[in-house]
């Protein structure tokens, strides 16, 4: 059975236009009842910068987690420390500053993997770059390019 953090920490956060806000980093829940309430997700330049963003009416699919704000709210959020948890006083502002007692849109699914066909090995290695250590993805039954199927001879296809 998968938990909660493994649900959502690490997901990439996306806003309720499908933008691309950042990774969750933290998972804040609520005491009594174990809901998702909160997530620190890393945002600006690099993730150098934590936000809460609020995860009340959010989608989660896989890696991906939907919530119901837009990106420029999340980047306009007041600072919050921190700690062991969000205080009463944070979860006020950050309500008043997001607007969670009206009424929230629905959020979307989030976004489809940007192609099916992605090398990893290349994205990681970026233009004139290397890759070392890296996989390649290949849509199912088909091989990523230049590689052979295992424990066949190199340029020898099965017929």
Known sequence: MTTLVEKYVGAVAYDVDGQKIGRIRKLF????????????VNTGFLGMSQTLVPLAGCRQEGRAVTVTVT?????????VRVGAGVTVEDAESLSR???LDEPQPQAPEPPAPHSATLNIASAAAGIGGTAINTAAYAPEGEEPEGEEPEGEEPGVKPD
């Open 29 to 40: 829940v609520d005491g009594p009842t174990r809901v998702p309430k909160w997530g620190e």
């Open 71 to 79: 990106k420029q709210a999340v980047k306009e959020a007041p600072t």
């Open 97 to 99: 500053h997001y607007r």
